[in-house]
T-cell receptor, first 112, second 116 residues
Framework: GDSVTQMEGPVTLSEEAFLTINCTYT??????LFWYVQYPGEGLQLLLK?????DKGSNKGFEATYRKETTSFHLEKGSVQVSDSAVYFC???????????FGAGTRLFVKA | GAVVSQHPSRVICKSGTSVKIECRSL??????MFWYRQFPKQSLMLMAT?????????EQGVEKDKFLINHASLTLSTLTVTSAHPEDSSFYIC????????????FGQGTRLTVV
């Protein structure tokens, strides 16, 4: 079945460090790919998305590129801030589908 | 964008009682809604798919009689946790799919349930 695999956390970085959170997926066809962020005690917020191969989603300095050949959608940010501390979820919706399938989530801690 | 409102955001109840969580689509109609459960420091697990006018579809391992889902209208789905026990304490979140397939879902704010 469809699935999403994320790198295990937690990830601890100093402020202004470069961030990469790896995400790979398994799905037939061309799923849509998403990154969601969950701040402590809150619900989910859509961070960015990509709906076809080679698309780059970007928002708030974060970006991720849909790589069909490697079935990946790695999240990157050039310079993290303390306020980026949260849990990040990679997710997909299969072609023609409606269910969102989530990865396990990666907790990010950014130190001042 | 489309808004999904979930209520309550937090609830504390005693063991043995039932708790109802509401999920409303505010500016669009949703014939389908999804209910997820999130254990502490874990991912979101799909519990069931709520279908307007018909029975919900439950994922494997989810007790239908414990987690009652009703999709009474095109804008409201409810999840009732019956005879709650401390192990039911969790974060529950609902979502409605995007207007087209493959587009992002719209999530409610989530409900943190604590059973004491």
């Amino acid at each position: 079945g469809d699935s999403v695999t994320q790198m295990e956390g937690p990830v601890t970085l100093s402020e202004e460090a470069f961030l990469t959170i790896n995400c790979t997926y398994t799905a037939t066809g061309y799923p849509s790919l998403f990154w969601y962020v969950q701040y402590p005690g809150e619900g989910l917020q859509l961070l960015l998305k990509a709906t076809k191969a080679d698309d780059k989603g970007s928002n708030k300095g974060f970006e991720a590129t849909y790589r069909k050949e490697t079935t990946s959608f790695h999240l990157e940010k050039g310079s993290v801030q303390v306020s980026d501390s949260a849990v990040y979820f990679c997710a997909l919706i299969r072609t023609g589908g409606f269910k969102t399938i989530f990865g396990a989530g990666t907790r990010l801690f950014v130190k001042a | 964008g489309a808004v999904v409102s979930q209520h309550p955001s937090r609830v504390i109840c005693k063991s043995g009682t039932s708790v109802k969580i509401e999920c409303r689509s505010l500016d669009f109609q949703a014939t389908t809604m999804f209910w997820y459960r999130q254990f502490p420091k874990q991912s979101l697990m799909l519990m069931a798919t709520s279908n307007e006018g018909s029975k919900a579809t439950y994922e494997q391992g989810v007790e239908k009689d414990k987690f009652l889902i009703n999709h009474a209208s095109l804008t409201l789905s409810t999840l009732t946790v019956t005879s709650a026990h401390p192990e039911d304490s969790s974060f529950y979140i609902c979502s409605a799919p995007g207007l087209l397939g493959n587009t992002e879902a719209f999530f409610g704010q989530g409900t943190r349930l604590t059973v004491v």
